[in-house]
């Protein structure tokens, strides 16, 4: 890409459905839409859980196999590790004036940015499009993802 080259069109995958999954795609999505760029945001997998009604407000800190935590996996499996992790880190971003991330998909998608599913996925875990947040513009296979995503940059996060 030529120095002086913008991006116009970014698609971002979303794989992971804890907090540190979910929101470097949706706060780099928010940022591209503010800059202007036009933004597909591709949920696969438990990044699924983000567009879910009855689990996008229960997102929680991965503190098991997190080593950038700097806690042992064994302390991080003791009950009640994964919810203290959650809250210290949903206090830290009210702080700085991050939404939670029902209202963070909102956010995006009212700036224009457009949210699809993975259908694989929805398939495999038996979900339907009625279990999915207003914002979901769609149910893809990956083939119409590369398509909608083509002539742009793809981050996978």
């Known amino acids: ?44 997998f438990f990044g699924l859980d983000a567009i879910t009604k009855k ?6 800190v991965a503190t098991v196999g997190n080593p950038a935590l700097g806690i042992p996996t064994l302390i991080g499996a003791l009950p009640g590790m994964s919810t ?20 963070f998909i909102e956010m995006i ?6 949210l699809y599913a993975c259908l694989a996925t929805v398939e495999m875990f038996k979900l339907k499009k009625e279990d999915f947040c207003d914002q979901l513009e769609d149910i893809l296979t990956v083939g119409d993802f590369y398509n909608l995503s083509a002539g742009g940059q793809i981050i996978f996060t």
Do not use: C, H, W
Request: no cysteine; aromatic share 4%; proline share 5%.
């Open 55 to 60: 689990k996008m407000n229960n997102i929680k």
């Open 84 to 103: 203290i992790a959650t809250n210290m880190m949903k206090k830290q971003m009210e702080e700085l004036d991050i939404p939670p991330v029902p209202e």
């Open 109 to 114: 998608s009212d700036a224009g940015g457009k």
């Open 1 to 44: 890409m030529a120095e002086n080259e913008k991006i116009k069109k970014l698609s971002i995958v979303i794989s992971k459905g804890s907090l540190e999954g979910v929101y470097p795609g949706l706060i780099m999505a928010n940022g591209a839409r503010m800059a202007g760029i036009e933004v597909n945001v591709f949920f696969t």
